[in-house]
């Protein structure tokens, strides 16, 4: 079982959709939680980080941690085709190292 | 957020070649690192350093090796450049920012190897 899973994809949305990206972790003791975005042949750009249970909102971008479920999730709200990248899910343990999931392709149709 | 540059973006290389690809960062951050990522697949951490003198193997094995004389500069060295090195390399560096490390990254230097 790898320590970060996320669906591959790709997920396809129509354009103003809310589109939502989920994540799921098996160490219990992570405690920081990041979303990176990462177009095609570009690095990856920090969007969002998490650290308590609850909601983060940061514009169209909410952020929603569950730790007694381990999961995570990203929803990007009044989605638009320039949102259309990978979206890597990034934990962190601490005092250890990050581990990225292996992305899920989103695709914003017009 | 951090300033990362990383050079050349851009290296086609013949087998046998010796490369160093550089990556500097402005923000005086301790921890660095160097991932592989090849297209469509998933990040790979090859090398870390938490500070001067300091590098670690990452979790992937990788053939290069990683200097860490300076805060600001994490090059990494490959000896004899082979096909099967063709790939993405990507350098981060974190920060200590809101209670836990934030990392970011560079533009990347995509790799060629004939």
């Known amino acids: 079982q790898k320590e970060v899973e996320q669906n591959s994809g790709p997920l396809s949305v129509p354009e103003g959709a809310i589109a939502s990206l989920n994540c799921t972790y098996s160490d219990r003791g992570s405690q920081s939680f990041f979303w990176y975005r990462q177009y095609s042949g570009k690095s990856p750009e920090l969007i969002m980080f998490i650290y308590s249970n609850g909601d983060k909102e940061d514009g169209r971008f909410t952020a929603q941690l569950n730790k007694a479920s381990q999961y995570v999730s990203l929803l990007i709200r009044d989605s638009q085709p320039s949102d259309s990248a990978t979206y890597l899910c990034?934990?962190?343990?601490?005092?250890?190292?990050?581990?990225f999931g292996p992305g899920t392709r989103l695709s914003v149709l017009p | 957020e951090a300033d990362i540059y990383q050079t050349p973006r851009y290296l086609v290389i013949g087998t046998g070649k010796k490369i160093t690809l550089e990556c500097s960062q402005t923000?005086?951050?301790?921890?660095m690192y160097w991932y592989q990522q090849d297209p469509g697949m998933e990040l790979h951490l090859i090398h870390y350093s938490y500070g001067v003198n300091s590098t670690e193997k990452g979790d992937l094995s990788s053939e290069s090796t990683v200097s860490r004389i300076r805060t600001e500069h994490f090059p990494l060295t490959l000896e004899s450049a082979r096909p099967s090195h063709t790939s993405q390399y990507l350098c981060a560096s974190s920060d200590l920012a809101g209670g836990d490390y934030e990392q970011y990254f560079g533009p990347g230097t995509r790799l060629t190897v004939t």
């Open positions: 923000m005086g951050h301790d921890k």
């Open positions: 990034a934990v962190r343990v601490y005092g250890q190292n990050f581990v």
